[in-house]
């Protein structure tokens, strides 16, 4: 250190005073002898004192003089520079103060990961929990079959106690219980739309317009009543029962689920012909739920048919006095899924048709061979079964009896009246 006072004891023997032309402070040499030590005012602590949190670097050497001026600052400050004193202290607090926020850093680390893996745990318990709870409420059902069921169909026969009674079609129907039917498809009237738990208004409307427009093709177009195409009707059909739509129509059979009438009416064209093209209709159409993704709709409705015989003179005026009503009761179950309303499609569920004049023993199952105006029916009364047989039940033909006041009344003979 740079200070011009000579050890207390004086230089030590053999030390030269100075060396011509050189500066005495500069060239004499720092001699830490023990009169050097005694005299200095200051002590360095030992590591084991320096490890208090605010223990100073040094302190001041007991028994000093009691006139002692106390430190010179400048050599006091030489001093420490020259041992760093200055810097160790600090650089000892900030070790022990960096130690002691690694210790702390690292105790909230374990202490957060220790809390982290407990809610982990938790949470896959509860998880756990809530799975077998719901499980044992509500075991898993495999989704239903989402294809289309075959149509169901049901067929009655009416058959007459009398003769089929005859005449011009406005007398006939004037004198009939169509009388205040409308023709045609203003006969079909739709019911007020209210929407449901799960469809729309809008979706309700449409699948009412698709049953009506699937009962006017199917029952009141006159190309499809008298032999014509088919296609218009298929086009409403849910595609999942199109193999049964084409059986019925191409091999039809008593069997409850391949009979043309169950889809259409279609009459012989080889025996029977419309003596009137506007047919009477009159009935309702009700929608409400199947289920959450189902929509039912089911139509009761009686269609009256002004009949004559085939012949080459078609039209209605070529009826005369010969033309002859047929009623067909038919009620049809329809079902609509979402994709259904989507593409104007309807599943038809079941169809149960009541037809006549016809004889007891008719096959309803294709064409229909009504009974025309003059005929009687050959039997009355319904045919055998047999439990033992082997054809399925459905098979088995029904017949009822045609009520007299379902079929317009005789006309009285004009000579019978005078007196």
């Known amino acids: 250190m740079a200070g011009g006072a000579d050890p ?42 320096r490890m208090g949190d605010d223990t100073p670097a040094v302190r001041r050497r007991p028994g000093a003089e009691a006139n002692d001026p106390g430190p010179v600052p400048d050599l006091d400050a030489e001093y420490e520079y020259a041992y760093d004193l200055h810097h160790r202290h600090w650089r000892s607090s900030r070790r022990r103060s960096r130690g002691r926020r690694r210790r702390a850093g690292a105790a909230r680390h374990a202490i957060g990961s ?33 294809r289309a069921a075959p149509l169901r169909v049901t067929l009655v026969a009416l058959a007459p106690t009398g003769p089929v009674s005859g005449g011009r079609p406005a007398d006939l129907f004037a004198r009939s219980p169509a009388a205040q039917y409308r023709p045609g498809a203003a006969g079909i009237t739709l019911p007020p739309v209210r929407r449901t738990a799960h469809f ?27 032999g014509g195409s088919t296609r218009p009707v298929r ?53 409400s739920e199947a289920s959450a993704d189902v929509l039912e709709v089911t139509a009761d409705h009686t269609y009256t048919y002004a009949l004559r015989p085939a012949g080459p003179d078609a039209g209605p005026d070529a009826a005369g006095d010969r033309a002859s009503l047929f009623t067909v009761r038919r009620e049809v179950r329809f079902h609509f899924d979402r994709d259904d309303l989507r593409m104007r499609r309807a599943e038809l569920v079941t169809s149960h048709v009541q037809a006549g004049p016809v004889d007891c023993a008719a096959d309803l199952s294709g064409a229909l061979r009504p009974l025309l105006a003059g005929e009687r029916p050959t039997s009355t009364t319904p045919p055998t079964a047999d439990p033992f047989a082997g054809t399925p039940a459905a098979a088995t033909p029904l017949c009822a009896t045609l009520p007299t006041g379902a079929a317009p009344p005789q006309p009285q003979d004009r000579g019978a009246t005078e007196p």
């Open 200 to 226: 729309t208004e809008g979706q309700v409307m449409a699948a009412l317009d698709t049953a009506k427009a699937f009962l006017v093709r199917s029952a009141l177009d006159p190309d499809t009543v008298t």
């Open 8 to 49: 207390p004891d004086g230089t030590p023997d053999g030390t030269p005073e100075g060396l011509p032309g050189r500066d005495e402070d500069q060239d004499r040499p720092v001699v830490f002898d023990e009169s050097f030590i005694r005299a200095a005012r200051l002590q360095e602590l030992s590591a084991h004192e």
């Open 235 to 287: 086009l409403l059909v849910d595609p999942d029962q199109f193999t049964q739509f084409d059986r019925s129509v191409e091999s039809p059979s008593a069997d409850g689920r391949h009979a043309t009438s169950g889809w259409l009416i279609r009459f012989d064209p080889a025996r029977v012909a419309l003596a009137d093209p506007g047919i009477r209709v009159r009935g309702a159409l009700q929608a």
């Open 114 to 146: 220790r809390v982290g893996a407990l809610i982990l745990v938790l949470l896959v318990a509860t998880v756990f929990a809530v799975a077998i709870h719901l499980g044992s409420r509500y075991p898993y059902q495999p989704p239903p079959d989402a």
